[in-house]
Structure formats: C-alpha cells, structure tokens
C-alpha cells in the first residue's frame, strides 16, 4: 500500500517537473539536466520519507520515471 501511495505522489512530482520544464523552456541543457536531478531527488526522499526502504524507494523512483515519461513521450508523439 505504501509503494502505491508513493507512486501516486510521485506522479504529481512528474507533473510539477513538467510543468516547470515548461516555463523553463529557455534554459541550457546542463541546467534542464540538474533541474531532472532534483526532481529525482526529491522523489526518493519523498518515498523514503513514506517508509520504503532505500533499495524499494530508489527502485520506485525509477519505474515512475520511466513510466511518466514514456507515457509522455506517446503523448506528444500522438499530439
């Protein structure tokens, strides 16, 4: 149940993370790329702040990353 809470609080993280890639729109690679890093960040503390353990936490990070943006990704390609 936690693992489910986590990734659905990790989605809203995804959102807000697209949402200020937007308004960031004239911003450098190098900076696009620690602004991910961030995000990523905060998504494992957040899901380490929930209870997970690191290793589920870290593995829950990465699966709703790939499946954010990779629905993202079919999205814009459909647009």
């Known amino acids: 149940m936690k693992a489910y809470v986590v990734f659905l609080l990790?989605?809203?993280?995804?959102?807000s993370f697209s949402l200020v890639e937007w308004l960031s729109g004239r911003d450098r690679p190098l900076f696009r790329g620690?602004?991910?890093?961030?995000?990523?960040?905060?998504?494992f503390?957040?899901?380490?702040?929930?209870?997970?353990?690191?290793?589920?936490?870290?593995?829950?990070?990465?699966?709703t990353a790939i499946i954010y943006f990779?629905?993202?990704h079919f999205v814009?390609?459909?647009i």
């Open 34 to 43: 620690m602004l991910l890093c961030m995000f990523l960040y905060l998504a």
């Open 45 to 63: 503390l957040l899901a380490r702040k929930v209870g997970l353990r690191t290793k589920r936490a870290l593995l829950t990070t990465c699966v």
């Open 10 to 15: 990790q989605m809203m993280i995804w959102s």
């Open 70 to 72: 990779s629905c993202q």
């Open 76 to 78: 814009w390609e459909f």
